[in-house]
């Protein structure tokens, strides 16, 4: 159905209707005009033919002048009885002045010789003398021709008439057959003009049939096809100019995609989200960076609203796009994966002014604002911790000042707190210094190679000898024991050696800062997965779990006023694993309230090889 709409729609058939149409209108008006000469010649030779000539007519005017009327009727009879000119001619009447019928050559009417002639014509001819000729088409097509006679002594008055009656039944056949004969040549032309004007029309709508092919190829990006020219002409003109568009359209089209393709690549690979919209505010596009920060697929956020992708609430998308705002979006609220990211906002705008959607891009702030809240509340913190020994400093001072110095049984004690105060302020502002180099990456690794072994019984060996010098000079101090539990093999490691005292300095002072009297400490040294793993444990009050981690946050104490009441700083800890992660390191610890805390050190090593050695030794 739809092809045959399709067949009655098109150029080449609407070409060639216009031109049968055009041809049969022609043969139409030629074809009327002709029948209608035709039809008029035939009758007017055909009433000449059925003329009665001169002769005979002058003949019947002398019998219509003779007195003998029967005589003459007789004479009259046998001159039209003899009259035979013509076949066409079926009667002859012959009617005097008076209108009487004066003889008929047809036989069968005989009997209206006498009487007077009815027809009124014969009365006009008579009275006009003007000769009738009248085409009759009931009974049969004939012609009534009614010719005046003249008197033959040249006066000119009508004496009668003859009236001929004459079958035109054969004009009528021919001009019948003479229209057949058009008839059928004008339809045999309309059929060879219809095919010509089919060829005509093919011959015009082929290239622009290859054209509209052509061009559909091209929409659908097929653009390996050619319009064939055919000819010099307008329509190989306009299949040129095509061809050429569709080349331009090509490389336009690769200009594009690689474009494109860059774009994508650009945007894939950008450490920034980007998020693209339609000037509803529905995204369009959204970059693999952006789909992570979000935790969302590209099938989840495709056409969804931007502000409700990052919860914006009191933000409508008539806002971004008036304002261009920048905004802070924070995904994961309260969680452990809490990600802040910072979004800026931009109009995609046409040369014409008109904005088609809206650019977000999304820059991970998180680190940033970590670092920033960490950095403000350590400037809070280092305040803080320097402002209690100092305002207690600045309480000893005023009681010494107001006069305390001179009681002999307090001013030694004041002053032993203030000294105490001010050397715990210098060891925190040396350890802040320490920290504040390693921050800096100023603070240099002193690396040599040393027998871990060795190493840790040098530095506990040293904690043996302070057990046994307060033992000696009978000075009041914690009792402890260290037990140690090691790997007979060497561990040779690359270590800065005064860094790594400072470690196991630290913990080996907070397992006796945190431990009761008597405790036993108990350190290990084993090889483990091309790691050395060394262990402190006391048996000391433990870490509540919660604080298990943020024990190596700057100023982290469990207990704040035992801590300082042991002289610590809250940055021993923090220092160690600053320490221990420049060693390529991890340091942790476990415990159990109540019975005691562990604290392991990791550093790698790589056992020597047998070859190693012999080089060694080499
Ligand atoms: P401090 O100068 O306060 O000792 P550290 O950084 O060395 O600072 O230690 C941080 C906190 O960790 C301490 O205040 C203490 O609460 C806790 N801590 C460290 N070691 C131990 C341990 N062996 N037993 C119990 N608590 C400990």
């Known amino acids: 159905m739809k092809k045959v709409r399709k067949v009655f729609t098109s150029i080449n058939f609407k070409i060639a ?322 990600m802040i990211l910072h979004a800026n906002f931009s109009l995609i705008q046409r040369v014409t002014g008109f904005v088609s959607g809206l650019v977000c891009v999304l820059h991970d702030i998180t680190e940033q604002q970590k670092n920033e809240r960490e950095q403000q509340q350590f400037v809070s913190n280092v305040s803080h911790e320097l402002r209690t020994p100092l305002t207690s400093l600045r309480a000893y001072v005023e009681a010494l000042n107001d006069g305390a110095w001179k009681d002999p049984n307090v001013a030694p004690q004041f002053l032993g707190v203030i000294q105490d105060e001010t050397q715990r302020m210098i060891r925190m502002i040396n350890d802040l210094l320490s920290l504040s180099r390693m921050d800096r990456g100023v603070a240099k690794m002193d690396l040599e190679w040393v027998n871990f072994n060795d190493f840790v019984s040098h530095v506990l060996n040293r904690f043996d000898m302070m057990i046994k010098t307060d033992e000696k000079n009978k000075k009041q101090s914690k009792k402890y024991s260290i037990k140690r539990e090691f790997s007979g093999q060497d561990l040779w490691v690359e270590i800065d050696t005064d860094k790594m005292m400072q470690v196991i300095d630290n913990i080996m002072n907070n397992a006796i800062k945190y431990s009761p009297d008597g405790g036993v400490i108990t350190v290990r040294l084993l090889q483990a997965n091309k790691h050395i793993i060394l262990s402190i444990s006391d048996q000391g009050l433990g870490i509540p779990r919660k604080d298990l981690t943020k024990i190596f946050d700057r100023f982290y104490r469990v207990d704040k006023a035992r801590s300082r009441k042991q002289g610590g700083t809250g940055l021993g800890l923090a220092i160690s694993k600053e320490i221990v992660e420049a060693h390529h390191g991890r340091i942790w610890a476990d415990s159990a309230e109540g019975e005691g805390s562990t604290f392991y050190i990791s550093i790698p090593y790589e056992p020597m090889t047998e070859e190693g050695d012999s080089w060694d030794e080499v």
Do not use: W
């Open 17 to 338: 209707m216009i031109f049968m149409l055009l041809l049969l209108a022609t043969i139409e008006i030629v074809g009327a005009y002709f029948t209608r000469q035709l039809e008029q010649t035939s009758i007017q030779s055909f009433e000449t033919s059925i003329q009665i000539p001169n002769t005979i007519s002058n003949q019947i005017s002398a019998q219509l002048s003779r007195s003998n009327i029967h005589k003459a009727n007789q004479q009259l009879n046998r001159i039209i009885s003899n009259y035979n000119n013509n076949d066409a001619i079926s009667s002859i009447s012959i009617i005097d002045s008076k209108g009487v019928i004066r003889a008929v050559s047809n036989l069968n009417d005989q009997n209206r010789v006498g009487q007077r002639a009815t027809n009124a014509d014969v009365k006009e001819v008579l009275s006009s003398g003007k000769q009738v000729s009248k085409v009759i088409n009931d009974d049969g097509n004939y012609m009534m021709q009614i010719t005046p006679l003249t008197a033959s002594n040249g006066t000119n008055t009508t004496i009668g008439a003859i009236s001929v009656r004459a079958s035109m039944q054969g004009v009528f056949n021919t001009i019948r057959n003479v229209s057949l004969v058009f008839l059928t040549a004008s339809l045999v032309a309309a059929f060879l003009g219809a095919i010509v004007a089919l060829i005509i029309s093919r011959a015009i709508t082929r290239p622009i049939e290859e054209m509209r092919k052509q061009a559909l190829r091209v929409s659908d990006g097929d653009y390996s096809g050619h319009v064939k020219v055919y000819a010099d002409d307008e329509l190989g003109q306009l299949a040129r100019a095509f061809n050429t568009l569709s080349v331009r359209i090509e490389r336009t089209q690769e200009v594009s995609d690689s474009e494109r393709r860059r774009l994508d690549n650009v945007l894939t690979h950008m450490t920034d989200g980007v998020i693209a919209t339609d000037r509803h505010g529905n995204i369009t596009i959204i970059n693999e960076t952006a789909l992570d920060f979000l935790g969302k697929t590209e099938k989840e956020v495709i056409g969804e609203p931007i502000t409700k992708l990052l919860g914006l609430k009191d933000v409508t998308i008539q806002d971004l796009m008036s304002s261009q705002q920048e905004l802070m979006v924070t995904v994961n609220e309260n969680t452990r994966d809490e």
